[in-house]
């Protein structure tokens, strides 16, 4: 029996490079799809073909797709600040109908559309769910209500017939983060000394490889038009930087910075960066506002409908801080 044929968008991102090793390894011949002129260093050494490919051009998407049997949409534009929503709606949003269309017209057998939990309500006892209550109102920041407008294309798309599984990855962490993503940033801040304090909030925390397999299950085992969010362990900040710190040999900040001064920190920073810089700021506003509510999420769905099972935590946190260091991005410590 041939081998399925597999077409990953985003391949080259941090989760992209991780699923499209997950299907390698599961005996799949893949295709890698990336955009020409990007980094492809997070691909280098995995038996994949890679393609160029945008989401904002339909005929590429078709060339790039034809004859796969399923196809990862796994890209997105995924910034906290940005000085042009424009560009994010594009791919997030029309990408994102576009590749429902090419599978629509290909038929392929599953489509695998990659959210967030950040789509995702959080229910009053603290813990958001696939089916928790939420609106785009309660979307913070371009980029969750951009993927909030994907995941409803996906879910439209769905209900007319496209064979789609929905995954909400919560926070991945791990090697390959070559950007880095908002998260891996936190990591290689602090262990560059670059966290002297931090604020009350929480997020849900996964390693990168259980994320990807949790993509493959999803298209294997998974009901068209739900969704399943693929998390694993539930931590506060400060708790995540006591990891952090037991596992790199730091010491943990313990002063906890209120709200009020870390927004506006935020608001100085970001007028310098529109003003100034026009690079991403320190912290930005949105960051702020989205970390007044803990993300804490239960992945019960997956684990009982997929068979999705997470391993701990600080075997991804390890593998980040070996990442960051190799590439060089953590100083020496004097």
């Known amino acids: 029996m041939a081998a399925r044929t597999a077409l990953v968008t985003g391949a080259n991102g941090f989760v992209g490079c991780h699923v ?8 799949c011949a893949v295709r890698a799809m990336v955009r020409r002129g990007a980094d492809q260093r997070a691909l280098d050494g995995v038996a994949c073909t890679v393609v160029h490919g945008d989401l904002c051009d339909p005929s590429s998407l078709v060339e790039a797709a034809r004859g796969c049997d399923e196809i990862y949409h796994v890209a997105a534009d995924y910034r906290l600040w940005v000085e042009d929503e424009t560009p994010m709606y594009a791919a997030n949003v029309e990408g994102t109908c576009n590749i429902i269309e090419v599978a629509r017209k290909l038929g392929v057998h ?32 371009p980029y969750k209500r ?22 909400n990855p919560s926070t991945p962490i791990g090697a390959f ?23 009350d909030t929480g997020l849900n925390l996964v390693c990168a490889e259980d994320v990807a397999r949790g993509h493959l ?19 506060t900040l400060a708790e995540l930087l006591r990891r952090l710190a037991q596992l790199a040999g730091r010491r943990a900040p313990r002063l906890k910075l209120p709200y009020a001064v870390a927004y506006a920190y935020a ?12 690079r991403a700021p320190r912290a930005s506003i949105t ?29 991804g946190l390890q593998r980040a801080i070996d990442f960051f260091r190799s590439c060089g991005m953590v100083r020496s410590r004097q």
């Open 20 to 27: 499209v090793r997950a299907l390698t390894e599961a005996g």
């Open 110 to 141: 599953r489509l695998v559309h990659t959210s967030t939990v950040g789509t995702l309500g959080i229910g009053a006892d603290g813990i958001g769910r696939e089916d928790t209550p939420v609106n785009f109102n309660a979307m913070v920041g």
């Open 146 to 167: 951009s993927k909030f407008l994907a995941e409803q294309e996906a879910l439209k798309a769905a209900r007319a017939g496209v064979p789609i599984v929905i995954v």
């Open 177 to 199: 983060d070559f950007k880095p993503t908002p998260t891996g940033r936190i990591v290689v801040d602090f262990l560059n000394g670059r966290m002297p304090a931090f604020i």
């Open 217 to 235: 299950l999803a298209a294997a085992r998974g009901r068209i038009g739900e969704k399943y969010i693929l998390g694993a362990e539930n931590l």
């Open 267 to 278: 608001l100085g920073a970001e007028a310098v960066a529109r003003g100034i810089t026009h």
């Open 287 to 315: 960051e702020v506002r989205m970390a007044r509510k803990r993300m804490f999420f239960d992945s019960a769905k997956a684990r009982s409908e997929l068979g999705y099972t997470p391993g701990a935590i600080d075997a």
